[in-house]
């Protein structure tokens, strides 16, 4: 897809954009993602809408995190991204999807703001969110490690298998992931210092839909992070996807087009 780049504060912030007409749809990918792995999910989105996916900082195409990184510097770049979208000639407000830590960055972004059009978040994250693998983590970062890191994104985050990882390490995959992977510690980091505006959310006067994996549902951390969501919002739309977990944009990005097709023409 066509790629655009947006500057905040001098640093630059790449997305990805299918043309269309209407009102954009935003989607913003949450760790161990960006633009190229929604993909699939953007091409079977059935609308006309223009679509951009959001690069978040440190991706490929974007700038680093850079000092005092935390969820305000990417909620910041969000509300600078949604501020721009008018020179690029896209108007008529905001449809606007979070997936993970996205999920959590859309939220607090959509406080205060009158232009979206509906949100959807999918399984975002909150504190608590795997603590005891931070340590590990940025060690393992911190000396270049970027295959321990993928191993333990997967196994003491995710709760994923040796054996899965093991395949996983096999695919081709495993090379998309592994740069990925290099900004991991800090963003888990922000989302575990981040107290979410929970009471705000509440107040929100857009269309809300929660998505959820089915497999999650209770199971940390995923699907603990997701019921303190769902408390927090009783108005939202709650639709859980039938024998998927986090991944749904990898393993059945149709089905996950189609939920959030379903959100934005719901509005």
Excluded: C
Aim: charged share 20%; no cysteine.
């Amino acid at each position: 897809m066509p790629t655009v780049q947006f500057t905040r504060d001098g640093t630059v912030l790449g997305a990805e954009i299918r043309d269309g007409d209407g009102p954009p749809v935003v989607l913003l990918p949450g760790v161990m993602a960006d633009a190229a792995t929604w993909r699939p999910v953007v091409e079977h989105l059935d609308l006309p809408n223009p679509v951009l996916v959001l690069d978040r900082r440190g991706r490929a195409g974007s700038g680093p995190l850079g000092p005092g990184y935390s969820v305000r510097t990417e909620v910041d770049d969000l509300h600078h991204v949604l501020g721009s979208l008018g020179d690029l000639g896209l108007s008529g407000g905001t449809h606007l999807f979070g997936w993970s830590y996205g999920g959590l960055i859309a939220l607090e972004a959509a406080i205060g703001r009158t232009d979206l059009r509906s949100l959807t978040l999918y399984e975002p994250v909150a504190r608590p969110f795997a603590p005891e693998a931070l340590g590990p983590l940025r060690e393992a970062i911190g000396r270049n490690d970027l295959d321990r890191a993928v191993e333990l994104v997967n196994t003491a985050v995710s709760g994923f298998s040796d054996a899965y990882v093991a395949e996983l390490r096999r695919s081709p995959v495993w090379n998309v992931l592994r740069p990925l992977a290099e900004p991991l510690a800090d963003e888990l980091g922000a989302i575990d210092d981040h107290r979410p505006a929970f009471g705000a959310f509440a107040e929100l006067d857009v269309p809300v839909t929660l998505l959820l994996g089915a497999v999650n549902e209770g199971r940390p951390p995923y699907g603990t992070a997701f019921a303190q969501f769902e408390r927090a919002m009783p108005r939202a739309r709650v639709v859980r996807l039938p024998g998927e977990g986090h991944l749904a944009h990898a393993s059945a990005p149709r089905l996950l087009a189609e939920r959030i097709t379903d959100a934005v023409k719901a509005r």
